[in-house]
T-cell receptor, first 112, second 114 residues
Framework: NAGVTQTPKFQVLKTGQSMTLQCAQD?????MSWYRQDPGMGLRLIHYSVGAGITDQGEVPNGYNVSRSTTEDFPLRLLSAAPSQTSVYFC???????????FGSGTRLTVV | QKEVEQDPGPLSVPEGAIVSLNCTYSNSAFQYFMWYRQYSRKGPELLMYTYSSGNKEDGRFTAQVDKSSKYISLFIRDSQPSDSATYLC??????????????FGKGITLSVRP
């Protein structure tokens, strides 16, 4: 039982490049979310999903796309990386009926 | 005004002290209240969860919710160096479900000195 797995753990991108942050969970959780964490800003919600085929925007969705074709996977796509997207990204999942998210270990992204 | 405000810290206490961590919020629809603990370079982990008002105790940790004042607290008794971490409060409302859309405080970093 691996929980929430995020890949890669570290990434350096050049401005304008695109990439996909991967997130997979093996707990059969309905809910999945992506957060970014910046110094002094706390955790901010980017996108979330309440089930396969259903996604919605969070607080800071611009520059990011998501899709949820399966219960297990919830990839986050950066369309055209900008230095402002330098951050630590966390994926999280939870059960519909049980409060509290299980977080992955994070992806540290630097855009130069 | 942000929906959730948390004391910025950092906070440093001696081992054995009682620690009080607090958050205030403005959205009266919030019903689910959580505390997460995050060790350095790790993902947050759920520490305590409370629904609506009241207290909840788990070992050395006590979570309190005062909805009339829109104020939540986490108390740590007999603090240990292993409690050194960043603590984040989080909340959500029933309209979006307990977990679908959490709003987090900025977090406070606690250091417990041996």
């Amino acid at each position: 039982n691996a929980g929430v797995t995020q890949t890669p753990k570290f990434q350096v991108l050049k401005t304008g490049q695109s990439m996909t942050l991967q997130c997979a969970q093996d707990m059969n959780h309905e809910y999945m979310s992506w957060y970014r964490q910046d110094p002094g800003m706390g955790l901010r919600l980017i996108h979330y999903s309440v089930g396969a085929g259903i996604t919605d925007q969070g607080e800071v969705p611009n520059g990011y796309n998501v899709s949820r074709s399966t219960t297990e996977d919830f990839p986050l796509r950066l369309l055209s990386a900008a230095p402002s997207q330098t951050s630590v990204y966390f994926c999280a999942s939870s059960n519909r009926d049980r409060a509290g998210y299980t977080f992955g270990s994070g992806t540290r992204l630097t855009v130069v | 005004q942000k929906e959730v405000e948390q004391d910025p810290g950092p906070l440093s206490v001696p081992e054995g002290a009682i620690v009080s961590l607090n958050c205030t919020y403005s959205n009266s629809a919030f019903q689910y209240f959580m505390w997460y603990r995050q060790y350095s370079r790790k993902g947050p982990e759920l520490l305590m969860y409370t629904y609506s008002s009241g207290n909840k105790e788990d070992g050395r940790f006590t979570a309190q919710v005062d909805k009339s004042s829109k104020y939540i607290s986490l108390f740590i008794r007999d603090s240990q160096p292993s409690d050194s971490a960043t603590y984040l409060c989080a909340m959500s409302d029933p309209g979006t479900g307990a977990n679908s859309k959490l709003t987090f405080g900025k977090g406070i970093t606690l250091s417990v000195r041996p």
